[in-house]
T-cell receptor, first 113, second 117 residues
Framework: GENVEQHPSTLSVQEGDSAVIKCTYSDSASNYFPWYKQELGKGPQLIIDIRSNVGEKKDQRIAVTLNKTAKHFSLHITETQPEDSAVYFCAARNSGGYQKVTFGTGTKLQVIP | GAVVSQHPSWVICKSGTSVKIECRSLDFQATTMFWYRQFPKQSLMLMATSNEGSKATYEQGVEKDKFLINHASLTLSTLTVTSAHPEDSSFYIC?????????????FGPGTRLTVL
């Protein structure tokens, strides 16, 4: 089955700096890669996603890059703000057949004011 | 759009009782719903996948007789924790596929905190 690894497990940045979280996956059949933000005591919130036919996607301060050959994808947050502090999860999914989502282990991001 | 609700948001019950958690897709029809369990500072663990009108598919190690899932309609799935014990205390989260016309995208509910005394 699919295995998703996520690094780092914790990340502290100064407000205004950029944050990068990296994930690798094992199943070459995976073709959909969402990123979720989870605040304490709440459910995960989809913040951006990318499909395998695209190498990069950007939404304001958030961007995701995908390298299918190397099987890795990354989340980039620029101009970080204190409200970006949360746990971020990457995930991988094969949209064909059984649509199970495999999650990474999470990254706790702390933005220091 | 693509809002998923859960009820209740938290529940405390006595050991041996059963607890039902509801998951609803409010503004879209969900082809598939998922139930996850999350322990503190850990990732989400998939418990089961349910499709409307059919039996749920449980992940390995999840007791189907303990965690009963009913997907009665395209907008409602329920998880019943039967004969709950303290070790069942956890954060239960549901998610649903199919929002915004995309079956790839999975939207999560706000979660239910279950505490078994």
């Amino acid at each position: 089955g699919e295995n998703v690894e996520q690094h780092p497990s914790t990340l502290s940045v100064q407000e205004g700096d950029s944050a990068v979280i990296k994930c690798t996956y094992s199943d070459s059949a995976s073709n959909y890669f969402p990123w979720y933000k989870q605040e304490l005591g709440k459910g995960p919130q989809l913040i951006i996603d990318i499909r395998s036919n695209v190498g990069e996607k950007k939404d304001q301060r958030i961007a995701v890059t995908l390298n299918k050959t190397a099987k890795h994808f990354s989340l980039h947050i620029t101009e970080t703000q204190p409200e970006d502090s949360a746990v971020y999860f990457c995930a991988a999914r094969n949209s064909g057949g059984y649509q199970k989502v495999t999650f990474g282990t999470g990254t706790k991001l702390q933005v220091i004011p | 759009g693509a809002v998923v609700s859960q009820h209740p948001s938290w529940v405390i019950c006595k050991s041996g009782t059963s607890v039902k958690i509801e998951c609803r897709s409010l503004d879209f029809q969900a082809t598939t719903m998922f139930w996850y369990r999350q322990f503190p500072k850990q990732s989400l663990m998939l418990m089961a996948t349910s499709n409307e009108g059919s039996k749920a598919t449980y992940e390995q190690g999840v007791e189907k007789d303990k965690f009963l899932i009913n997907h009665a309609s395209l907008t409602l799935s329920t998880l019943t924790v039967t004969s709950a014990h303290p070790e069942d205390s956890s954060f239960y989260i549901c998610s649903a596929d199919g929002g915004r016309g995309s079956t790839d995208t999975q939207y999560f509910g706000p979660g239910t905190r279950l505490t078994v005394l």
